[in-house]
Structure formats: structure tokens, C-alpha cells
T-cell receptor, first 118, second 112 residues
Framework: GAGVSQSPSNKVTEKGKDVELRCDPISGHTALYWYRQSLGQGLEFLIYFQGNSAPDKSGLPSDRFSAERTGGSVSTLTIQRTQQEDSAVYLC????????????????FGPGTRLLVL | QKEVEQDPGPLSVPEGAIVSLNCTYSNSAFQYFMWYRQYSRKGPELLMYTYSSGNKEDGRFTAQVDKSSKYISLFIRDSQPSDSATYLCAMSGWQAGTALIFGKGTTLSVSS
């Protein structure tokens, strides 16, 4: 079956512009995560969606970042007024069971969106 | 101090070598320990996971957890060029917020 897909693969934008990144999780996966991977910084948790529950936004670095998940499936991460420090790879992952049920449950990652803010 | 420390490398070894990758952590609430492998321009994929202390073996890969020392390792035997990738350790636990906390990753290059 299809894995997690993300679009666009690459995005170049100018400082101050807004960007939208899309994630299509594996069908049937109830949990969806966004991470940011910066050079030399590892993976940084951003936000977690589980079903219809309120998302865990504890990892969002500023109020310029927001995300939504429509219909329990596709998710969009929006960065407003982009800054150069937002340049990174944004990774989406999904898993079959809720995080609290099994924290070790495999997260399946997409290929990421490489964002470059000029 | 970061919750999870991992030497970023890079680490270069010849084909057939034994590779040791390590992470240290500070939060004693971590219970689940994972190793992810990430090829260039791809997302990470789960390689192995262990619960609490002990060893786990899967083919050429062995994961070790020493909770008393807050130290985890991944050993790769008979390394192959196809093992060339970035290896990320990750941890979580019920009392640690359940979010996966990743190390920065170690880049491994295996030459033929």
C-alpha cells in the first residue's frame, strides 16, 4: 500500500511569505505527527493529531506555525511570515494507534518537504 | 544539557567492520528506545526498538539498553555499503510526555 506522502518535495520562498505544507498519512492511521529536521539539530517534534481530540501543539516554536487535520486524514502545516531560520526539512509521520496506547508504536515517515527561505 | 545526546559523526568504516553507535540520555522516565535509519533525502524508518534494559538482536543488528547508565547502543556486524545512512536514536516513556525524543543522528559511511 501507499506510504505517507508529502507535498511539495521542495519549496523555496522569500522571507515574509506564507507557506503551506501538505501531508497525506497512511489510510487508517489515526495518529499524525509533524517534525522539523534542521541541519545538525535532529528531529524536533512540532504537533500531534489523534482522531478528533484536540491536537498537542506543545512543540510549535511560535504562533507563526499552525496546523490542521481535515476529516481525520490529510494535514496541512502553515508557516506564516516565514523567516530564514524556518529553513529545514519538515517531516510528517503517521501511526496506527494513539500515542498514549503504545508510545513505541511504529511511526511511518514521509519523505519530507525541504523548505528554503531566502 | 539536551535530553538525548548522540555523536553526529561522520563515521567512516570499511565494508565488513563492526559499527557501534551510541546515545546517552538524562531522563530516567524513558522506557522505550528506538533506532531509526534515514537514507539521504528520505524519511526515517524504524530499525529496532527495545523496552527497558537488555539486548535485542535482529540479523546483523543488535540494540543494547543500559538504563542504569542511561546509555543505549546499536551494533552493526559485517557492515555493508547499503548500511550507509544516518542513524537516529529515539526514546519515549509514559512519564516522559510520550513524545518521541530524537538524538541528532550519526551519519555512517561504509566503503566497499
Amino acid at each position: 500500500g501507499a506510504g505517507v506522502s508529502q507535498s511539495p518535495s521542495n519549496k523555496v520562498t522569500e522571507k515574509g511569505k506564507d507557506v503551506e505544507l501538505r501531508c497525506d498519512p497512511i489510510s487508517g492511521h489515526t495518529a499524525l505527527y509533524w517534525y522539523r529536521q534542521s541541519l545538525g539539530q535532529g528531529l524536533e517534534f512540532l504537533i500531534y493529531f489523534q482522531g478528533n481530540s484536540a491536537p498537542d501543539k506543545s512543540g510549535l516554536p511560535s504562533d507563526r506555525f499552525s496546523a490542521e487535520r481535515t476529516g481525520g486524514s490529510v494535514s496541512t502545516l502553515t508557516i506564516q511570515r516565514t523567516q530564514q531560520e524556518d529553513s529545514a526539512v519538515y517531516l510528517c509521520a503517521s501511526s496506527l494507534v494513539p500515542r498514549l496506547a503504545a508510545p513505541q508504536e511504529t511511526q511511518y515517515f514521509g519523505p519530507g518537504t525541504r523548505l528554503l527561505v531566502l | 544539557q539536551k535530553e538525548v545526546e548522540q555523536d553526529p559523526g561522520p563515521l567512516s568504516v570499511p565494508e565488513g567492520a563492526i559499527v557501534s553507535l551510541n546515545c546517552t540520555y538524562s531522563n530516567s522516565a524513558f522506557q522505550y528506545f528506538m533506532w531509526y535509519r534515514q537514507y539521504s533525502r528520505k524519511g526515517p524508518e524504524l530499525l529496532m526498538y527495545t523496552y527497558s534494559s537488555g539486548n535485542k538482536e535482529d540479523g546483523r543488528f543488535t540494540a543494547q539498553v543500559d538504563k542504569s547508565s542511561k546509555y543505549i547502543s546499536l551494533f552493526i556486524r559485517d557492515s555493508q555499503p547499503s548500511d550507509s545512512a544516518t542513524y537516529l536514536c529515539a526514546m519515549s516513556g509514559w512519564q516522559a510526555g510520550t513524545a518521541l525524543i530524537f538524538g541528532k543522528g550519526t551519519t555512517l559511511s561504509v566503503s566497499s
